[in-house]
């Protein structure tokens, strides 16, 4: 029996007994199933595992090899082996000493050329020495970039921005118009910096953004003028130049940094010019202390492995196809879309890295929104449905943003959802509120049973002490080492994205068809919506 089938069996065990009741059979398991790091509580407990399950859920990592994959990893071995790259983000997030002893010297000097350009240029533009054509500060900054070059950016300019930042960050993505016209009106040309950031300098929607930006900043300043305005982030630099950004405003990476994990690198060059270098350093310091935990921590008590172990457990475990991510935090409220492109991109995969088919579910669906607001949109069908939503239900502690008052009723939301969830209220309960309201039999009848919840839901809590540089750092690491373990126990290559492909050829042939004489062959519905569209 290979190790997910003993653990589709116990958790079919497992399904015997209500979590309540795994609480009452086992009194350490809150201790056994929690643990706190970088500033960040994560409690497993009220998942559906039984000891047992949990067990089992936490022995894959150790019998898919994680071990050694960890290893290869951290030393620069070319475990995407589709792309032939190594995954080196972490050494993004080293100190100079360790990069030289566990990667050479190469990836030592990449990494510090880096992080020196960014800095001297960011200083340079808060501290008014580099400014735009007219002399002028920038006061604001058109960050262009999408999928990887946007989430993670964002997120963390909307989760760390001061109130009155003095240097803004717009954020475009969609080639819709509509996002870019947003993102400039109101904008003063002659204070703006416009920074396109695409790893490949190829991506369609980035580079029409850029175009269009660019000939706004023309416009109002002439063409020499607009150059000072222009700067480039991409693991492709050759390709900036066409696009008429100068050479020292470009700031690269290397290919061995993924696109949805390249946060760490000069891909948050608006961040960094927006918030500071020692911000940004503060980041990279909460995603080591995370990475030092997932490399040290044993199995059963380290966070990564607990959130992919939870996952596993309900995906593979009990085919449970989705996962809801509450963030109780406003300034994390892209938190789920960023989760979108790691956990789903990275495994939503059919076939293992040589090419078979692989026999287990991988990735579930990830969807989520801001909590509180979910409760009062979406939490009916999860409190109701016979489906089961695994929840993850995030929280910051202390938030000075907050008056007590709000903070307390936030945080009684969040702990009371997941004791909902886990509780729900039985067909007796829902009976004794109905006569309590006076209800008749016929009226208790009827509306009873639709008051019943089924609970037995499970839901993980990940508490994170205050939103800091370094907690918000640590968090995403912890994402990030998490999505790495599902996929060394899926047995897939969690850092390429072949179905990603087919749409992009599609789309520029439809391009083709719409922006010229002949319309290829296509099925029915697709002829008539580029004949519609052609008018
Ligand atoms: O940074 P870029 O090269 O512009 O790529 C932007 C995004 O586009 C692609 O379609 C990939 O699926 C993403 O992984 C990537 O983050």
């Known amino acids: ?136 500060k920038f006061k604001t900054i058109v960050h262009i970039g999408i999928g990887g070059s946007d989430l993670g950016p964002r997120l963390v300019f909307q989760g760390l921005a001061p109130l009155q930042p003095e240097i803004d960050v717009r954020f475009v993505a969609n080639v819709d118009g509509s996002e870019l016209a947003l993102a400039l009106a109101g904008l003063d040309p002659s204070e703006t910096l416009v920074i396109a950031v695409s790893k490949t300098f190829t991506t369609q929607e980035t580079l029409a953004n850029f175009l269009a930006a660019r000939d706004w900043l023309i416009k109002a300043l002439g063409e020499e003028a607009a150059s000072k305005h222009l700067a480039a982030v991409s693991a492709a630099p050759d390709k900036t130049g066409a696009f008429g950004i100068p050479a020292d405003r470009v700031f690269g990476f290397k290919d061995w940094v993924g696109g949805r994990y390249s946060l760490w690198s000069a891909v948050s060059l608006s961040l960094i010019i927006a918030l500071g270098y020692d911000i940004y350093e503060r980041l990279l310091a909460g995603a080591h202390e995370m990475d030092q935990h997932f490399l040290t921590a044993p199995f059963p008590q380290n966070a990564p492995i607990l959130l992919a172990a939870a996952q596993l457990y309900n995906r593979i475990g009990l085919d449970r196809p989705s996962r809801a991510v509450i963030p109780y935090v406003h300034r994390l409220r892209r938190l789920a879309a960023f989760l979108q492109q790691l956990e789903m991109e990275s495994n939503g995969k059919r076939t293992s890295p040589t090419g078979e088919v692989l026999e287990t579910k991988t990735c579930p669906v990830v969807f989520g929104d801001e909590g509180t607001n979910a409760q009062h949109a979406f939490f009916q069908m999860l409190h109701q449905s016979e489906d089961v939503v695994p929840l993850e239900l995030i929280a910051v502690q202390h938030n000075p943003e907050a008056t007590p008052d709000m903070q307390q009723k936030l945080l009684s939301n969040i702990i009371a959802q997941g004791e909902a969830f886990m509780v729900g209220k039985s067909l007796e309960t829902s009976v004794a509120e109905c006569e309590k309201l006076g209800f008749d039999a016929a009226r208790t009848a009827q509306i009873a049973p639709q008051k019943v919840c089924p609970g037995n839901k499970p839901s993980t809590t990940v508490l994170l002490n205050e939103l800091t540089p370094e907690t918000l750092g640590a968090l995403l690491a912890l994402y990030e080492h998490k999505t790495f373990a599902e996929g060394i126990v899926l047995g897939l290559n969690s850092f390429d994205q072949w179905g990603v492909e087919l749409g992009k050829t599609l789309g520029v042939n439809v391009l083709k068809d719409i922006t010229g004489d002949v319309i290829a062959a296509h099925d029915p519905s697709t002829t008539a919506l580029i004949k519609r569209i052609k008018g």
């Open 1 to 136: 029996m290979t190790a997910l089938d003993a653990l589709k069996t116990q958790a079919a065990a497992d399904a015997a007994s209500k979590i309540v009741d795994q609480f009452k059979a086992d009194p350490d398991r809150l201790s056994r199933m929690s643990l706190d790091v970088a500033g960040i509580f994560v409690d497993v407990s009220k998942q559906s595992w039984s000891k047992a399950g949990f067990d089992s859920a936490v022995a894959l990592f150790e019998q898919a090899g994680l071990v050694e994959a960890r290893d290869r990893m951290w030393t620069g071995k070319e475990i995407n082996v589709s792309e032939g790259r190594a995954v080196l983000h972490v050494a993004l997030r080293d100190s100079d000493a360790e990069n030289q002893r566990l990667r050479g010297a190469e990836i030592t000097a990449d990494v510090k050329t880096a992080r020196d350009a960014m800095k001297a240029y960011a200083d340079g533009i808060r501290a008014g020495t580099i400014t735009g054509a007219s002399g002028k």
